[in-house]
C-alpha cells in the first residue's frame, strides 16, 4: 500500500496551492479518502474528507469556503484545492484512506508553509 503526496510548499498568505494523493496497493473506490493536517507543536487535524464514490465531502470550518477536495477514481488520486491561503494553515499535510471511521493507511505527508 502507497499514498504518496505532492504540491507542497511555500507560498504567501493569499495564495493557493493543490495537494495530490496517488494512491496504489489496495482498492482505491473502496476507501473514503482524507487529509490531515498536523501543524508543528500541535495535534494532527482533520482538514476535508470525501466518500469513497466522491459523492459526499467533509471539511473543518477553519477551511470551509477556502479548500476543496476531489477524486478521480480511475486514476485513484485525491487533491486538496487550497485557495485564499494563511500563515495558520502552515503544517504537515497527510492523506489518509479509511473505511467506517477507522483510518487505516497514510501517506508521509507533505510540507505547506504560509509566509511572506
Known amino acids: 500500500v502507497q499514498l504518496v503526496e505532492s504540491g507542497g510548499g511555500l507560498v504567501q498568505p493569499g495564495g493557493s496551492l493543490r495537494l495530490s494523493c496517488a494512491a496504489s496497493?489496495?482498492?482505491?473506490?473502496?476507501?473514503?479518502m482524507s487529509w490531515y493536517r498536523r501543524p508543528q507543536g500541535k495535534e494532527r487535524e482533520l482538514v476535508a474528507s470525501i466518500s469513497n464514490s466522491g459523492g459526499a465531502t467533509n471539511y473543518a470550518n477553519s477551511v470551509k469556503g477556502r479548500f476543496t477536495i476531489s477524486r478521480d477514481n480511475s486514476k485513484n488520486t485525491v487533491t486538496l484545492q487550497m485557495n485564499s491561503l494563511k500563515p495558520e494553515d502552515t503544517a504537515v499535510y497527510y492523506c489518509n484512506a479509511y473505511r467506517g471511521d477507522s483510518p487505516e493507511y497514510w501517506g508521509q505527508g507533505t510540507q505547506v508553509t504560509i509566509s511572506s
Open positions: 496497493g489496495f482498492s482505491f473506490s473502496r476507501f473514503g
